[in-house]
């Protein structure tokens, strides 16, 4: 009874910072799309919702782990000297629970204060603060937290690289041709072939295991690369197919009219784009909510602390559905503002920067990296603009982004801290005595 | 807040091709002024002198307000400074113009039969160069949708290649007035001299301020 109403309890706490998530960042994920006026922001809302859900569900593993155990080590916690029976677990538990808990308390405040955040920062910067404070500096892997703190340097950077990368190649083959037009038809496929072929392999390359397990090793092993490879091509083909319905017999109009034409074929494109970087988005950051909560799950259910256990299916399910909650109630409005201040966001323009960010976040994704999608597209853009494809770009975010690490990673470390304390006072034995009373039999 | 909203500040392209059109609906009324002035007409000089006067304002409006949206945390695809000195110099062409104007409003000069001719071709030759700068700086929209490279960007600056040329040849052609101004220096009274030359001065600043503002324009798309 006891671990059923802990469960319940921080169950509602991940709910609640899976909120803040959905809350704060989809609306960017969206961005691109919704301020190139290629998709309306009801549709936007609704994309950005099933695409996180399935980010979330079906990749959602990976960095939840990190979060889980990557950078606090359970076990140096179990082995802590002088511990009662069932106190090692319950003291986990209790520092899980306050690291949600600060994390989500620390988006608040901070979204009430008008600062940029990331919940990825909040989380590991909230996970570290219980380390240290539960069993000292060594229960911090630290080489797993440099890993990350470099990962977080090195996303907008590879975000910004591939963007500028992807937008010379899109404004040099296509925009800067003499008929823009002529030069649609036979390249956009290739970038609909790379696009596709990211996504595919993200959701199929090892990032469906836990939900099939071994039984379907043809698709999450090496024949992902078979499938994706299929998905590109035939996706690739139709994109060439239509545009080339779309921009047929249009090769002399005057060359704002060809750019325009060429603009609404990027348009869909931007959209699959944007969905993409809502899907890796939900991928990477359903951890920040859901990785404490699974680890509090395997530790009330079993009653022992462990570093392997699947996260389970209900988890993720759980963090999408706290996402997609946190999109519906203020996503929208969110939406609105962040689609009305960015039009200079062409879909050309959009399609390199999401692009960009999808390949960069579900690589780190991958690499169980807990990153921030924001700041990565952040990266991409301003990538584009040292292309010299957008009008007026604010350097000044740069320094935004810095600062917010500098400030979100300490103050989410303390308020876990004091969370920690003030819960090893009052609930510790609350805890130690639910967790005990399951039978050793049962675990 | 969202990173990505702050992210952005807007585009001083749109509204420096709204300065360019603004200035050459300035630069277009050089032409019924002259036609004006040859036939003598002191209340139709009167009536332009004010449209030009107004539209000059205007642009200056427009250049006031694409300087306010530009706060130096804003990074450009164009270098800021080159971005500034073609407004500043896209402007002198609107108040060059408005000199011209000045210049026919506030003295009834008539022009000597003898120099009609010369007078035409001057004129015809500044509008020419400004003709040709204002072809090339209303493609700056488009030019920053093909980020400054491109065919686009070859086409304008093939454009812009031909100014130096025919700016030369507007100065040739206004020394060639000149003289023949000075040549009839006997029959013409010294203000009126006076006038000619005011009038010769005002017009070759049109033509060479569309000049250095195709200069500047090619140092944008050059470099970032």
Same mark, same amino acid.
């Given at each position: 009874?006891?671990? =059923?109403?802990?469960?319940?309890?921080?169950?509602?706490?991940?709910?609640?910072?899976?909120? /803040?998530?959905?809350?704060?960042?989809?609306?960017?994920?969206?961005?691109?799309?919704?301020?190139?006026?290629?998709?309306?922001?009801?549709?936007?809302?609704?994309?950005?919702?099933?695409?996180?859900?399935?980010?979330?569900?079906?990749?959602?593993?990976?960095?939840?782990? #990190?979060?889980?155990?990557?950078?606090?080590?359970? #076990?140096?916690?179990?082995?802590?000297?002088?511990?009662?029976?069932?106190?090692?677990?319950?003291?986990?538990?209790?520092?899980?629970?306050?690291?949600?808990?600060?994390? !989500?308390?620390?988006?608040?405040?901070?979204?009430?204060?008008?600062?940029?955040?990331? #919940?990825?920062?909040?989380?590991?910067?909230?996970?570290?603060?219980?380390?240290?404070? @539960?069993?000292?500096?060594?229960?911090?892997?630290?080489?797993?937290?440099?890993?990350?703190?470099?990962?977080?340097?090195?996303?907008?950077?590879?975000?910004?690289?591939?963007?500028?990368?992807?937008?010379?190649?899109?404004?040099?083959?296509?925009?800067?041709?003499?008929?823009?037009?002529?030069?649609?038809?036979?390249?956009?496929?290739?970038?609909?072939?790379?696009?596709?072929?990211?996504?595919?392999?993200?959701?199929?390359?090892?990032?469906?295991?836990?939900?099939?397990?071994?039984?379907?090793?043809?698709?999450?092993?090496?024949?992902?690369?078979?499938?994706? @490879?299929?998905?590109?091509?035939?996706?690739?083909?139709?994109?060439?197919?239509?545009?080339?319905?779309?921009?047929?017999?249009?090769?002399?109009?005057?060359?704002?009219?060809?750019?325009?034409?060429?603009?609404? *074929?990027?348009?869909? =494109?931007? *959209?699959?784009?944007?969905?993409?970087?809502?899907?890796?988005?939900?991928?990477?950051?359903?951890?920040?909510?859901?990785?404490?909560?699974?680890?509090?799950?395997?530790?009330?259910?079993?009653?022992?602390?462990?570093?392997?256990?699947?996260?389970?299916?209900?988890?993720?399910?759980?963090?999408?559905?706290?996402?997609?909650?946190?999109?519906?109630? %203020?996503?929208?409005? +969110?939406?609105?503002?962040?689609?009305?201040?960015?039009?200079?966001?062409?879909?050309?323009?959009?399609?390199?920067?999401?692009?960009?960010?999808?390949?960069?976040?579900?690589?780190?994704?991958?690499?169980?990296?807990?990153?921030?999608?924001?700041?990565?597209?952040?990266?991409?853009?301003?990538?584009?603009?040292? !292309?010299?494809?957008?009008?007026?770009?604010?350097?000044? +975010?740069?320094?935004?982004?810095?600062?917010?690490?500098?400030?979100?990673?300490?103050?989410?470390?303390?308020?876990?801290?004091? %969370?920690?304390?003030?819960?090893?006072?009052?609930?510790?034995?609350?805890?130690?005595?639910?967790?005990?009373?399951?039978?050793?039999?049962?675990? | 807040?969202?990173?990505?909203?702050?992210?952005?500040?807007?585009?001083?392209?749109?509204?420096?091709?709204?300065? #360019?059109?603004?200035?050459?609906?300035? *630069?277009?009324?050089?032409?019924?002024? &002259?036609?004006?002035?040859?036939?003598?007409?002191?209340?139709?000089?009167?009536?332009?002198?004010?449209?030009?006067?107004?539209? $000059?304002?205007?642009?200056?409006?427009?250049?006031?307000?694409?300087?306010?949206?530009?706060?130096?945390?804003?990074?450009?695809?164009?270098?800021?400074?080159?971005?500034? /000195?073609?407004?500043?110099?896209?402007?002198?062409?609107?108040?060059?113009?408005?000199?011209?104007?000045?210049?026919?409003?506030?003295?009834?000069?008539?022009?000597?039969?003898?120099?009609?001719?010369?007078?035409?071709?001057?004129?015809?030759?500044?509008?020419?160069?400004?003709?040709?700068?204002?072809?090339?700086?209303?493609?700056?929209?488009?030019?920053?949708?093909?980020?400054?490279?491109?065919?686009?960007? &070859?086409?304008?600056?093939?454009?812009?290649?031909?100014?130096?040329?025919?700016?030369?040849?507007?100065?040739?052609?206004?020394?060639?007035?000149?003289?023949?101004?000075?040549? =009839?220096?006997?029959?013409?009274?010294?203000?009126?001299?006076?006038?000619?030359?005011?009038?010769?001065?005002?017009?070759?600043?049109?033509?060479?301020?569309? $000049? /250095?503002?195709?200069?500047? =324009?090619?140092?944008?798309?050059?470099?970032?």
């Amino acid at each position: 009874m006891g671990c =059923l109403i802990i469960i319940v309890l921080t169950a509602l706490l991940g709910l609640y910072m899976a909120w /803040n998530v959905g809350a704060n960042d989809v609306a960017n994920s969206m961005g691109c799309a919704v301020g190139s006026k290629s998709i309306s922001i009801k549709w936007a809302v609704i994309a950005a919702g099933i695409c996180e859900f399935a980010g979330s569900v079906l990749v959602g593993a990976h960095v939840t782990d #990190t979060v889980r155990k990557g950078i606090v080590d359970p #076990t140096v916690i179990a082995s802590l000297p002088g511990l009662g029976p069932g106190e090692a677990p319950a003291l986990v538990l209790i520092g899980m629970a306050a690291s949600l808990l600060a994390a !989500a308390v620390w988006l608040n405040v901070a979204t009430w204060m008008g600062m940029p955040v990331s #919940t990825s920062h909040s989380i590991v910067g909230a996970i570290a603060g219980y380390g240290i404070i @539960a069993a000292g500096w060594s229960a911090v892997h630290w080489g797993k937290m440099g890993q990350i703190v470099a990962s977080w340097f090195l996303s907008p950077l590879a975000g910004g690289i591939l963007g500028f990368i992807l937008f010379k190649m899109i404004s040099k083959l296509i925009l800067g041709r003499k008929r823009p037009v002529l030069a649609a038809v036979s390249i956009t496929p290739f970038v609909v072939f790379l696009m596709m072929v990211v996504v595919t392999l993200a959701i199929a390359y090892k990032g469906l295991k836990h939900l099939t397990g071994e039984r379907a090793e043809w698709i999450t092993g090496n024949g992902a690369f078979l499938a994706a @490879a299929v998905v590109g091509l035939l996706s690739a083909l139709t994109a060439r197919i239509l545009i080339r319905r779309a921009l047929r017999d249009k090769e002399d109009l005057p060359l704002p009219d060809q750019l325009e034409l060429v603009e609404r *074929v990027f348009a869909p =494109l931007v *959209v699959v784009a944007s969905c993409a970087v809502a899907f890796s988005h939900g991928a990477n950051d359903v951890a920040n909510a859901v990785g404490p909560l699974a680890a509090i799950v395997d530790i009330a259910s079993t009653c022992t602390v462990k570093m392997r256990v699947f996260v389970p299916a209900w988890v993720l399910v759980l963090g999408g559905c706290g996402i997609v909650a946190g999109l519906a109630t %203020f996503g929208y409005r +969110v939406m609105q503002t962040v689609g009305t201040k960015i039009t200079q966001m062409t879909p050309s323009r959009g399609v390199a920067a999401a692009t960009a960010a999808t390949i960069t976040v579900l690589v780190c994704t991958r690499m169980k990296l807990p990153v921030s999608t924001t700041h990565t597209l952040v990266g991409a853009i301003l990538g584009i603009g040292l !292309a010299r494809g957008l009008a007026a770009v604010n350097r000044q +975010v740069t320094r935004n982004i810095f600062g917010s690490w500098f400030i979100t990673v300490p103050a989410a470390a303390i308020l876990a801290m004091v %969370f920690f304390l003030l819960g090893k006072v009052l609930l510790l034995e609350y805890v130690q005595q639910a967790l005990c009373q399951v039978p050793p039999s049962a675990g | 807040m969202s990173l990505i909203k702050e992210l952005f500040g807007q585009s001083p392209f749109g509204p420096l091709v709204e300065h #360019t059109k603004k200035v050459h609906e300035c *630069v277009k009324l050089i032409e019924p002024l &002259t036609e004006a002035l040859l036939k003598g007409d002191d209340e139709e000089i009167h009536r332009l002198q004010d449209r030009v006067s107004k539209l $000059e304002y205007e642009a200056d409006v427009i250049k006031h307000e694409i300087r306010e949206q530009l706060p130096r945390r804003y990074f450009l695809p164009v270098g800021r400074d080159e971005l500034e /000195n073609f407004l500043r110099c896209q402007d002198k062409i609107a108040d060059s113009v408005q000199d011209f104007a000045v210049v026919l409003f506030i003295r009834k000069t008539r022009v000597h039969p003898e120099l009609k001719d010369l007078f035409l071709e001057f004129v015809g030759q500044v509008l020419k160069v400004s003709n040709t700068l204002n072809e090339a700086a209303v493609e700056l929209q488009n030019l920053a949708e093909t980020s400054f490279g491109g065919a686009e960007a &070859t086409s304008v600056l093939d454009q812009i290649a031909g100014l130096g040329e025919q700016e030369w040849n507007a100065d040739r052609m206004q020394r060639r007035l000149s003289r023949k101004i000075y040549s =009839l220096e006997q029959e013409l009274d010294p203000v009126t001299i006076l006038f000619y030359d005011k009038m010769l001065q005002t017009l070759s600043r049109v033509a060479n301020e569309a $000049e /250095n503002t195709g200069d500047l =324009l090619r140092a944008m798309i050059l470099k970032g």
